[in-house]
């Protein structure tokens, strides 16, 4: 049987050790075509662009 502490650890012991695993904000750019918002090096959901070129065509937008 493997050796077992002495007292309970405190919560702030737990915290510090915890510190380091947190969420991050997710980065994102701004889309060259549309100024949209955008994740890095995907394609464009607004547009379709991605490196100036057009990767999903666009359904033209009904007029009424």
Known sequence: MPPLPKRKYAKARQGERRAHLHLEPVGLT???QCHQPRLPHR???SCGY???EAVI????QKQT
């Open 30 to 32: 701004e889309c060259p």
């Open 50 to 52: 991605y490196k100036g």
């Open 43 to 45: 394609v464009c959901l």
């Open 57 to 60: 065509p666009q359904k033209p």
